[in-house]
């Protein structure tokens, strides 16, 4: 049973931090690159940032230099820091693994919230 579970959302003041993790089983985590993804309310939802199966990394412009995407394959996690938090960041986000033109697996997202 594959499963995709996300911690680490909350309420933070604009400027602050939040460490998004996203714990992964039921296949085989090392094989997909994987996504983060998140939509605020009313809006699409978007690919936020990306890691490849080699570690290499991308990122939306409205995030870049702001957000880190990490992944540890040996313990099938994988990481979001969120840095200069802004309101505008205030989402549900959401662990997909998969290319972000065909994504495979999703978690059930984890609700961040930038407000002062």
């Known amino acids: 049973q594959v499963q995709l579970v996300e911690s680490g959302g909350g309420l933070v003041q604009p400027g602050g931090s939040l460490r998004l993790s996203c714990a992964a089983s039921g296949f085989t985590f090392s094989a997909y690159t994987m996504n983060w993804y998140r939509q605020a309310t009313g809006k699409e939802r978007d690919v936020v940032a990306t890691?490849?199966?080699?570690?290499?990394?991308n990122y939306a412009d409205s995030v870049k230099e702001r957000f880190t995407m990490s992944r540890d394959n040996a313990k099938k996690t994988m990481y979001l820091q969120m840095n200069s938090l802004k309101p505008e960041d205030t989402a549900v986000y959401y662990c997909?693994?998969?290319?972000?033109?065909?994504?495979?697996?999703w978690g059930q997202g984890t609700q961040v919230t930038v407000s002062s």
């Open positions: 997909v693994a998969g290319s972000p033109g065909n994504p495979r697996y």
């Open positions: 890691i490849t199966t080699i570690g290499k990394t």
